[in-house]
């Protein structure tokens, strides 16, 4: 495991766990608008930064699919393996939070 964080580099590493703790601290549907103290975060500042989050995975994966295209050997097992881990987590991010916008907006 730590040889897998090694690869993806800590820049990576901080923002897959970005998108762990917004699947984490999702608010339940159906929960108010709280606009004030710490309920605050989970009902508007997660919501808000899950989309940011997400695009910017995919914008990592558009700069790491790049540099797979250029680079041979290691480096290019190095990008697969961060194309893959990007992916998976844009996946599981769109599969939980796109159910939950499309809640709100109807």
């Known amino acids: 495991m730590l040889n897998l964080l090694i690869k993806i ?3 990576r590493v ?4 970005l998108a762990i703790l917004s699947l984490i601290f ?3 549907s159906g929960t108010p608008i709280s606009y004030d103290g710490w309920p605050m975060i989970e009902t508007i500042f997660i919501p808000v930064m899950a989309p ?3 695009m910017v995975l995919i914008l990592d994966s558009i700069i790491a699919s790049i540099w797979f295209s250029q680079t041979t050997g290691e480096e290019k097992s190095r ?3 961060i194309l893959g881990c990007n ?3 844009i996946f ?3 599969s939980v939070w796109i159910p939950f916008f499309i809640q709100i907006l109807t």
């Open 9 to 11: 580099r800590p820049m």
């Open 14 to 17: 901080v923002l897959i766990l």
């Open 26 to 28: 999702k608010a339940k």
């Open 52 to 54: 940011i989050i997400t």
């Open 79 to 81: 990008y697969k393996l």
């Open 87 to 89: 992916g998976l987590t």
């Open 92 to 94: 599981i991010m769109l």
